[in-house]
């Protein structure tokens, strides 16, 4: 699910952190050495999600800035893309949750600690070198339609959903896959910084599922 990923990405954030309250330049120097190691290629196999700042997220973050700070609001994005297999083949994918640590970025952990229909509570964890967490989602299924998972209780959000849809496309064996993702820090800068990288996260995402999908099944011919 894509909250493994912007875990992973907020627990490094955390450990330089410290630099960007220093002010705007000392800001900028923590950025880059938070996103140069988003970028190492080093230190992960999915990686190169890396946006240039923007203006306004550091004047919120300078504490000379005469500028009132907005008021924060949730963020919201929608991937969406056709792919090579059927509903049914995707789906099994997506709610497998079990199978996550095995190829979804940054995660460590993933298991089913309790089920109920077409409900169940995950536990994923994430890692980033010596940082780790774990948190629990509730997910929701509906067979070959959609997976909906909300995370419970975490510290870092206000709250953080994201669902995948599977529907029918143009030709048999292909889909149509739309993941939606939306989410508020309960801080304010976590908010702010999650800007950078947001939309590449969901991408990312997108794709290492896409790539599950032909470990599981195969590469069809490329849907058009």
């Known amino acids: 699910m894509g909250s493994v990923s ?19 330049g000392a800001g900028a120097m923590g950025s880059k050495r938070i996103f140069a190691r988003f970028a190492s290629g080093d230190s992960f196999d999915r990686r190169g999600f890396v946006s240039p700042p923007k203006r306004a997220l550091f004047t919120s973050l300078n504490p000379f800035a005469s500028e009132e700070v907005e008021e924060m609001v949730p963020k919201k994005h929608l991937e969406r893309r056709l792919v090579n297999f059927s509903p049914e083949q995707v789906y099994e994918v997506v709610k497998n949750v079990d199978e996550y640590k095995e190829f979804v970025p940054w995660c460590t952990d993933s298991r089913i600690i309790s089920s109920n229909g077409s409900c169940f ?37 206000q709250f953080l959903v994201n669902e995948w849809l599977f529907k029918q496309g143009p030709r048999e064996s292909t889909t149509w896959l739309e ?42 011919k490329q849907a058009l």
């Open 179 to 220: 993941f939606l993702i939306a989410f508020q820090f309960k801080n304010q800068m976590y908010q702010g910084l999650s800007s950078i990288f947001f939309d590449q996260v969901a991408s990312k995402m997108v794709q290492a599922f896409e790539q599950r999908c032909i470990e599981k099944y195969g590469r069809m």
């Open 6 to 24: 912007l875990m992973a990405g907020m627990r490094a954030m955390r450990s330089d952190v410290g630099m960007l309250r220093m002010g705007m």
């Open 121 to 157: 509570q995950a536990k994923l964890g994430v890692g980033f070198n010596l940082l780790s967490e774990q948190y629990t989602s509730l997910v929701t299924v509906e067979p070959q339609k959609s997976v909906r998972a909300e995370v419970q209780n975490n510290p870092l959000f």
